[in-house]
């Protein structure tokens, strides 16, 4: 079974996120919360705030990938090596690092992804730019999935679970494109392993 980051599990039983501010732009921060805790099982659960603060963001204005990098490089994991940060433009890039096991965060066309989910997302009325969570991948049939950790499922909305759920790769890739203009060289991602990893 693959790992859920805490603050999935804590979202799927109804309890309240340490350092997460109702209604802002916190998706970028709440994705980089994800998959920190996901790259170190566990052994590092920052919070929004202090995100917020390492990448110089205050306020719930909203994130960029730099902002990401600046908040998650060097960040110390206890007994281990402090995480690393790496902005990924081109789609084959992300998906060969989730495949090698590193969880990252994307930008993705909203829009484009309740098209593609039946609108069963977080939001069904939300159309712009958002931040979601890549945590594990997985070969289903003759397709990949993708373990999707989405700030906006957090139950705000009925009939829509909480935490992190298995999606299509391909659909990931298509809202990342759409939010890019379909410029396979031009995606927002960024992917977290440990220092000294590339």
């Keep these: ?5 805490v603050h999935q599990k804590q979202l799927r039983r ?26 170190t099982r566990g052994r590092v659960r920052p919070g929004v705030y ?5 990448a110089g963001v205050s306020g719930p204005q ?9 908040a998650l490089n060097g960040l110390p994991v206890p007994g281990r090596k402090p995480l690393k940060a790496w902005r990924k433009r081109k789609l084959r890039d992300l998906n060969a690092a989730v495949r090698a096991g590193r969880p990252a965060m994307v930008a ?7 098209r593609t989910q039946d609108k069963r997302t977080g939001d069904p009325n939300f159309t ?9 991948e997985r070969r289903r049939g003759a397709g990949i999935e993708w373990l999707l950790g989405d700030p906006l499922d957090d139950g705000r909305r009925k009939g829509i679970e909480r935490g992190a759920r298995w999606v299509k790769r391909k659909d990931v890739n298509d809202a990342a494109l759409a939010l890019a203009g379909g410029n396979r060289n031009g995606i927002w991602a960024l992917v977290v392993g440990g220092a000294g990893e590339r």
Excluded: E
């Design 50 to 54: 202090r995100l917020r603060r390492r």
């Design 14 to 39: 109804g309890v309240p996120v340490p350092g997460r501010t109702r209604g802002s732009r916190d998706c970028g921060p709440r994705s980089w919360q994800m998959i920190a805790d996901a790259r």
């Design 1 to 5: 079974m693959p790992y859920q980051p």
């Design 128 to 136: 712009g730019a958002h931040a979601v969570a890549i945590l594990d």
């Design 108 to 114: 993705i066309h909203y829009g484009h992804w309740n």
């Design 62 to 70: 909203a994130t960029s990938i730099d902002d990401g990098q600046r």
